[in-house]
């Protein structure tokens, strides 16, 4: 009874966590150079979350591949899934910082 809750709550959690990474829809300011930059980032930050969601995809996949397999230790690579996102984000947030301190000060 118990292993059918950790399963749910394993699956349900990685639903969750697949979309976690998020791209700002628009730029600080509305000037021609803080938006023509604005555009390329956001194409690189657009990069980062696809990157991110197959890298989500091959973990989850392995992860449950092992788990019918081998049972419950196969779930064990689904905790490499917020590593991660950390990562993905940390790059994200470098890009939009960059781009906020280079070309959109007001």
């Keep these: 009874m118990c292993k059918r809750y950790i399963l749910k709550f394993t699956i349900i959690s990685l639903f969750l966590i697949i979309n976690c990474i998020s791209i700002p829809e628009s730029p600080k300011n509305n000037s021609e150079e803080c938006l023509a930059y604005f555009l390329h980032s956001k194409r690189e ?12 995809a091959i973990i989850g996949g392995i992860s449950f591949t092992l788990f019918y397999g081998f049972g419950f230790p196969g779930l064990v690579p689904l905790f490499a899934l917020p590593y991660y996102q950390k990562v993905n984000q940390d790059k994200i947030n470098n890009i939009e910082s960059e781009l906020n301190k280079k070309y959109c000060i007001t």
């Design 45 to 56: 930050m657009k990069d980062i979350q696809q990157e991110n969601r197959q890298t989500n």
